[in-house]
């Protein structure tokens, strides 16, 4: 069974980015373009890892973090943060809330995919 990504960023051409770098590892994707809509999708399809946009509309990443870490049935997903604003600061803050990895937009797909790839054990 394919492994399950949500990608959740207010940007359509970030998630299309995303989709794009990891179409060719074999991986389920889903999107949402706000907190509410990760949230709503991590419950239906649990995901194994989520790219998770730090700025969002109706709830920020951090809170949806919260949310999946604390919940016994998500808690296992693995949280790979991306943000525009890449301060020492946001990074504690992605850390403090449960994330497991940091990453600055703009990003480099093969870094993404070398992250990916590691959480999910597929090195």
Known sequence: MAKKILIADDDDNIRRLVKMTLMDEGL???????????????????????VLDVMMPKKVGYEVCEEIKNNRETSHAYVIFMTARGTSVAEASGTSSGGDEFMVKPFEPAELRQKVKKALNME
């Open 28 to 50: 389920e994707t889903h999107e949402a373009c706000d907190g509410e809509e990760a949230i709503k999708k991590v419950w239906e399809i649990k995901p194994d890892l989520v």
